[in-house]
């Protein structure tokens, strides 16, 4: 059977970096000659650039985007995870919320104050047998809201220095932290919570996230006694911290790394799930097995037995092994030789723009960035035409570089925040003004990125031959273990990209305020921590749209670093699978596949 190109469709996409609650990092490339077997039959197998790290995606370190796909597929996403198939709502192709109404409803009783009631469906059971009750629901909104930290951070380091931090999200607790303790069902299958101001993103808390019954036991008691302890101990307060809590601490502490692994789980509790898909087998570096779940009971159960994730680096091998039939479905980095390849062996091809960008973060941790005069004279020698044109021009070549950390081109919004931003007077590199900056200074400037991902090479490459020609030594702190090394902030800049979920704006809190979830790179400003929390209140869209240009402008007159380029997306078959449509966001090419069908 012949199968014919879809050609090069663009579509317009949602903000850059508006997430539901996350942004994910993206493309954290594996060994690129690492391969797995895969499986005939009534299985679907799917080559990923990326490996899986972690069954918890909402941890900074576990921000990952294949484990994003992992959570989304179970679906233990949780209030700091955004959509999923065993929670409360998924995304359609137009990014717009549907409610599962194979988990249960969730509706807004009133606007002021805002009150929002979730309810859960009769008899449904996690994977191991236990029934989903509002027990979960309570723990999700535990974790999500941050409701027991009495931690202060410090702006300059983001650590805690004082007080308990339980909860580790890469995103922000923004929205949910004004709520009051929740008020649970005599059912014991609803939950009602209580705002303490208006909040934009109300719809988009899953309350549903790693079960009750599993971290009451990691924590050494039972699910009573858990839930118990969560009613009895009071909201913390910063201002006034106290010791932390055993019991919330020791569960906080196994969800924060406990559902991290570099091999199958011996403990099975770790692959709970409420979704239509459970883990069922993994061998490193190889590949991610998912089986049915045989206590979902909803509407998106697959009509085959079994999901492999294939980890595969190379995108030329991504198409060898789908030309070969080891794998059904290919989700590789995007690339014009790629796309050659893909359309020379008469393969079906779906292409579009990825909700995903790469940028450059200057540290502001970092000494050598200190002065704002250094940030703006490195800026100044960073080759972005160059780089757009040698890694994303030939595949897209209508793309342009990007001018906005927040929008991007299809947005009705970019226009005025380029205005306000003017990110675009550094398109191209002014060599002779970072000198003049610098005043004879040569600075040295170590640069993090991901070793194994050819297009950050290329885009370091490129930098540090620029910056050198203004006297600025660059380098290289690359590493395969890039995401990991994010957090700890042991660089000066980093390249790396993220991709957004396609929906809600909590994202501004994760990334832009000080302390927040996915600020790695230590920025901190009180105008934007302002704006950020109006940000989160503000109901008008046109008002809330002049905010994120707000943030937008600050963030380059900070000298905060550079957006690059919207990142291009391509999905592949060789025509073994029905159903396979593109998605740009973080769930990516499994983003419908509970729709997939085995082709006659």
């Not at 990092?25 to 490996?51: Q, Y």
């Not at 001018?403 to 990110?423: C, H, K, M, R, W």
């Not at 029905?578 to 983003?591: A, C, K, P, S, Y």
Request: negative net charge.
């Amino acid at each position: 059977m012949r199968f014919k190109s879809q050609g090069s469709r663009r579509v317009g996409v949602a903000l850059a970096v508006a997430g539901v609650s996350v942004l994910a990092l993206a493309a954290c490339t594996t060994d690129p000659n690492t391969s797995g077997g895969g499986e005939a039959g009534d299985t679907i197998t799917v080559a990923v650039t990326n490996e899986a790290t972690s069954f918890n995606s909402s941890t900074p370190q576990g921000n990952l985007d294949t484990n994003g796909m992992i959570q989304y597929l179970t679906g233990t996403t949780g209030t700091s995870g955004g959509a999923s198939l065993g929670g409360f709502y998924t995304l359609d192709s137009e990014f717009q919320i549907v409610h599962n109404d194979s988990i249960g409803s969730f509706e807004k009783i009133s606007d002021d104050p805002l009150t929002v009631e979730y309810k859960l469906n009769e008899g449904l059971k996690w994977s191991d047998g236990e029934p989903i009750t509002a027990d979960d629901m309570l723990v999700a909104w535990a974790i999500g809201s941050g409701y027991y930290d009495d931690a202060t951070l410090d702006a300059a380091t983001g650590e805690v220095s004082s007080g308990t931090q339980y909860f580790t999200l890469a995103g922000s607790t923004d929205g949910l932290d004004t709520t009051a303790f929740p008020e649970l069902g005599d059912d014991g299958l609803s939950m009602t919570i209580t705002y303490g101001a208006p909040f934009v993103d109300w719809e988009l808390g899953n309350m549903l996230d790693k079960p009750a019954h599993v971290l009451a036991d990691k924590a050494g008691v039972s699910l009573e006694e858990f839930v118990q302890t969560l009613k009895d101990t009071p909201q913390g307060d910063p201002a006034a911290p106290v010791e932390a809590n055993p019991v919330i601490k020791a569960a906080a502490d196994f969800w924060n790394t406990g559902y991290d692994f570099t091999s199958f789980p011996e403990d099975e509790s770790l692959l709970v799930a409420s979704g239509p898909f459970v883990v069922s087998a993994y061998t490193a570096n190889q590949s991610l097995t998912f089986s049915k779940n045989p206590e979902y009971k909803g509407a998106d159960e697959p009509a085959y037995e079994e999901l492999v994730l294939r980890f595969i680096g190379d995108s030329n091998a991504q198409v060898t092994a789908l030309q070969n039939g080891e794998v059904n479905v290919i989700y590789p980095q995007a690339s014009a030789d790629t796309l050659t390849a893909l359309e020379n062996a008469n393969l079906e091809v779906l292409e579009g723009d990825q909700l995903s960008y790469d940028h450059l973060d200057l540290n502001f941790g970092s000494p050598v960035f200190q002065d704002p005069v250094v940030r703006e004279a490195f800026l100044k020698t960073i080759p972005r035409q160059q780089i757009l044109e040698s890694i994303v021009t030939p595949v897209n070549p209508s793309a342009e570089v990007l001018n906005s950390q927040i929008f991007v081109p299809a947005n009705p919004e970019y226009t005025d925040a380029v205005a306000a931003s003017g990110y675009d007077a550094f398109a191209e590199p002014d060599i002779e003004g970072a000198k003049a900056l610098l005043a004879g200074a040569t600075p040295t400037v170590r640069i993090l990125y991901n070793t194994e991902n050819p297009n950050r090479v290329d885009s370091f490459q490129a930098i540090q031959a620029s910056a050198a020609e203004a006297g600025i030594t660059v380098v290289d702190a690359g590493s395969p273990d890039w995401g990991s090394l994010l957090p700890g902030g042991d660089y000066d800049a980093a390249i790396f990209g993220w991709i957004s979920p396609g929906a809600g704006n909590a994202a501004l809190a994760q990334i832009f305020k000080t302390g927040g979830g996915g600020n790695y790179n230590k920025y901190t400003n009180a105008q934007v921590d302002a704006l950020v929390d109006q940000a989160q209140t503000e109901l008008d869209s046109d008002a809330l749209s002049q905010l994120k240009i707000e943030i937008d402008a600050f963030t380059a007159q900070d000298f905060y670093g550079l957006p690059l380029f919207q990142s291009p997306g391509l999905f592949a078959s060789n025509g073994s699978v029905d159903g396979l449509e593109f998605f740009g966001n973080q769930t990516g090419v499994v983003w419908n596949a509970q729709k997939w069908t085995i082709a006659e």
